[in-house]
């Protein structure tokens, strides 16, 4: 069973900067890839940034040039570093994982979130 554990929400002013950190319970390397969505009240999950094992990067829109992701395989940790936040970054933000098994069949797995909250 794989665990990603999330950390380092909380409440920041407009502007300001959070680094999101995700620590999975196995190699990091191990998955397809790994992303970061989020979900803000009375709307979908949505996909926020994501990596690949091979390192490509793709970002929402919404976040280009004021996120960056990355990851640290010797210590099996995805981050989001955040910047320029802003009020409508507000939202639980969750990790996600992408296991493949020995027939490439892709099974995702959740952290349980960490809240934003932004304010103006």
């Known amino acids: 069973q794989v665990q990603l554990v999330e950390s380092g929400g909380g409440l920041v002013q407009a502007g300001g900067s959070l680094r999101l950190s995700c620590v999975t319970s196995?190699?990091?390397?191990?998955?397809?890839?790994t992303g970061w969505y989020r979900q803000a009240p009375g709307k979908q999950r949505e996909l926020v940034a994501r990596?690949?094992?091979?390192?490509?990067?793709n970002y929402a829109d919404s976040v280009k040039g004021r996120f960056t992701i990355s990851r640290d395989n010797a210590k099996n940790t995805m981050y989001l570093q955040m910047n320029s936040l802003k009020p409508e970054d507000t939202a639980v933000y969750y990790c996600k994982a992408e296991l493949p098994n020995y027939y490439l069949i892709i099974t995702d797995y959740w952290g349980q979130g960490t809240q934003v909250t932004v304010s103006s």
């Open positions: 990596i690949t094992s091979g390192s490509s990067t």
């Open positions: 196995r190699s990091i390397t191990s998955f397809r890839a």
